[in-house]
Structures are given as structure tokens and as C-alpha cells.
T-cell receptor, first 113, second 113 residues
């Protein structure tokens, strides 16, 4: 059983560009959350998707947007990249009613130059 | 959500029990205590959670004091693979699929041979 898979694993972009990160949840999971982790910090919640809708959002600007597909996979889009967007982006999946038992992928390391 | 306080780092000898403390003196009656850990270059991993009773699973034990103002995560026989950052999180366990976890900086546990 594959766990949560994320692609790509590493990405380098320049300021002002746009980026799309992808996530496939663990089999049987229907809820996907995205977190941003800066170096030396704990993960910070970006948003959560369930039934193809954004259900909850953290304190992130609307440059950060997402999507969930009918097969429960998800994308995170970041527009107008800033240097401060450089971080590890983590996707987590969970089952309805057990959102607190998150299964995380290994993340996408984004570097903005 | 109640705030948590954890020591920034701890050492433990391989084979010995690792006891990781967490202070949550402002915890509310309906807030649960969750523990996650993050091994280097991986996403966080769920360990255990509890409300007021002590809990045990295949990974660890969670001891919550009677006044619920603090808790201890116990790894009974620490191995080198338990070297990780351990996060203590306090959160209301809302129903449905909506929710997010607020990670602090955690405790860096180093298990030494």
C-alpha cells in the first residue's frame, strides 16, 4: 500500500514564477491537507480539501491556492513566488472523521532564487 | 488552542526509556493531546493521542497528569531510529473532516549508542 506520494521531490524557481505541487493521498483517504515547513520550524497549515472543496484555510495569502480532484488527489499552486516561499511543502491525507490522524508525504523542497 | 511548551532538545541512551515532557497548563476540557514525530528528511508521523486517560499503542505510551496540565510521551526502549523531532499538540477534536494541527518547534530527541 503506497502511502502519501508527492511530486516533484525538489524544485527550483525564480521570483515571480508560478509553481504547482502534486499529492496523491494514501489509499482509502479522502481528505488532503497542505503544510509549509520553513527550515528549523514546525509545519504550518495552509489549507485542507475535502469533497473537492477548500474546507479550512490557515493564515496564507491568496497567492496560495489548491484543488482536489475526484480521485482525491490534490494540487497546491503558488503564484508570484517570493524568496520567503522557499520551504518544504508537505501534503497530508486523512480519513473522514479522523482528520487528526494525518499521514504525511516526504514533501517537496521548493527553492526560490 | 492551548499552547504547549517542550524542551528544545533531549538525549537518551539506546535501549533506555525516553521520556518526553510537554506542558499545556491552559488546556481546555475538550482539548486532546496529540504527539507526532518527524525523522530527518521525512514528513511528520502520528504517534498517539489522548484526552485524560493514559494511552498505549505499539509505538509509545502517553501519560497525562490528573489535572491535564502536562503530559509525557514514553518510548519504552529507544533505538537509534527514534532520533527525531517530537511535537506535542493540543487541539479540540472537532467532528467531521475539518481541522488542522498547529505544530510548534518540538523537542529534538537524540538517541545515542
Amino acid at each position: 500500500d503506497a502511502g502519501v506520494t508527492q511530486s516533484p521531490t525538489h524544485l527550483i524557481k525564480t521570483r515571480g514564477q508560478q509553481v504547482t505541487l502534486r499529492c496523491s493521498p494514501k489509499s482509502g483517504h479522502d481528505t488532503v491537507s497542505w503544510y509549509q515547513q520553513a527550515l528549523g520550524q514546525g509545519p504550518q497549515f495552509i489549507f485542507q480539501y475535502y469533497e473537492e472543496e477548500e474546507r479550512q484555510r490557515g493564515n496564507f495569502p491568496d497567492r496560495f491556492s489548491g484543488h482536489q480532484f475526484p480521485n482525491y488527489s490534490s494540487e497546491l499552486n503558488v503564484n508570484a513566488l517570493l524568496l520567503g516561499d522557499s520551504a518544504l511543502y508537505l501534503c497530508a491525507s486523512s480519513v473522514t472523521g479522523e482528520w487528526e490522524k494525518l499521514f504525511f508525504g516526504s514533501g517537496t523542497q521548493l527553492s526560490v532564487l | 488552542d492551548a499552547k504547549t511548551t517542550q524542551p528544545p532538545s533531549m538525549d537518551c541512551a539506546e535501549g533506555r526509556a525516553a521520556n518526553l515532557p510537554c506542558n499545556h497548563s491552559t488546556i481546555s476540557g475538550n482539548e486532546y493531546v496529540y504527539w507526532y514525530r518527524q525523522i530527518h528528511s521525512q514528513g511528520p508521523q502520528y504517534i498517539i493521542h489522548g484526552l485524560k486517560n493514559n494511552e498505549t499503542n505499539e509505538m509509545a505510551s502517553l501519560i497525562i497528569t490528573e489535572d491535564r496540565k502536562s503530559s509525557t510521551l514514553i518510548l519504552p526502549h529507544a533505538t537509534l531510529r527514534d532520533t527525531a523531532v517530537y511535537y506535542c499538540i493540543v487541539r479540540v477534536r472537532a467532528g467531521g473532516s475539518q481541522g488542522n494541527l498547529i505544530f510548534g518547534k518540538g523537542t529534538k530527541l537524540s538517541v545515542k549508542p
